[in-house]
């Protein structure tokens, strides 16, 4: 089986890693190409991993080894069974259907096509008959969304107890890091602590206001309805996940001035009593 997955920079690094440590015999031999594309070969026999980037003829080193950056084309998808995308909307709407056509299950981690209505957004955990229909290495491609991850981590939750008694409300406040916006952010935070502790102006690239030591609404644009779109997204894609578009959600999304793990707090109102559940939950602690 060979899975390419598409990457920032940085991401493809972290995923690199992980892959490596769960797959100790691979080996990156097979250099490759614009956002990561990671192909990796998952047969015991024969593991390969190629990278493929942003800027063609970069090279990048990992583990002493050396990979060549390659330009990513509608050939990059030549055998592939699985492509993970995560390198940005614009790169899922211009490869991910070439992907399909060739064959592949394409997984977007982008917003690109979460809310098209013949795209399942799949949270595997929470609603994984969504994809029930689509077959590995039956010759057609297919696309699965992946939701944003202050859904995912919502959903994750309250999912359960919506088996049990139905939400029929839903108020969420999420807290998120840094690293929800990139490794340019994180990095931007790093400085901007250093320079208010030292009495300087806060360099603000990233963020268009100082990020350090304060706290401001989530920097995704802002609606004409008044909510931004982080917490749109939220809304929404919890409609579609639960398929029931009557169920009452609001959002309020905060950027703090930490580097990793968002936090959130959820309001919940069910359409029957929920007791024994409460009781339940306090019992075991």
Not at 13 to 38: E, Q, W
Not at 230 to 256: D, F, G, H, P
Request: overall charge negative.
């Amino acid at each position: 089986m060979k899975v390419t997955a598409l990457a920032h920079q940085h991401q493809f690094v972290h995923g690199l890693a992980t892959f490596s440590k769960i797959h100790p015999r691979s080996d990156l031999r097979r250099p490759n190409a614009t956002a990561f594309h990671v192909r990796m070969s998952l047969r015991e026999d024969a593991p390969s991993l190629a990278v493929v980037g942003v800027t063609a003829g970069k090279r990048l080193t990992f583990e002493d080894k050396e990979c060549i950056i390659e330009e990513l084309s509608a050939e990059s998808f030549s055998g592939v069974d699985i492509a993970l995308f995560s390198a940005g909307g614009s790169i899922s709407k211009k490869f991910g259907p070439i992907a399909v056509d060739c064959g592949s299950l394409v997984v977007d981690n982008s917003s690109a096509f979460r809310m098209n209505e013949d795209v399942p957004l799949v949270i595997p955990e929470v609603n994984p008959e969504a994809m029930s229909h689509i077959k590995l290495r039956s010759g057609k491609g297919a696309l699965i969304a992946n939701p944003n991850c202050s859904t995912i981590i919502c959903l994750m939750a309250a999912t359960p107890l919506h088996q049990r008694a139905k939400v029929v409300r839903m108020e969420v406040s999420t807290y998120q890091a840094a690293s929800g916006a990139g490794a340019a952010a994180m990095e931007e935070l790093e400085q901007q602590t250093r320079e208010v502790l030292e009495g300087k102006q806060p360099t603000c690239e990233i963020f268009k206001q100082q990020y350090a030591f304060n706290l401001f609404s989530h920097n995704a644009p802002v609606l004409s309805n008044g909510y931004n779109e982080e917490e749109m997204k939220l809304v929404k894609e919890t409609r579609k996940i639960w398929n029931n578009m009557n169920v009452k959600v609001t959002a309020t999304c905060i950027r703090v001035p930490v580097m990793r793990a968002h936090a959130e707090s959820v309001n919940l109102q069910f359409e029957e009593p929920l007791d024994e559940v409460i009781i339940l939950a306090y019992s075991s602690l």
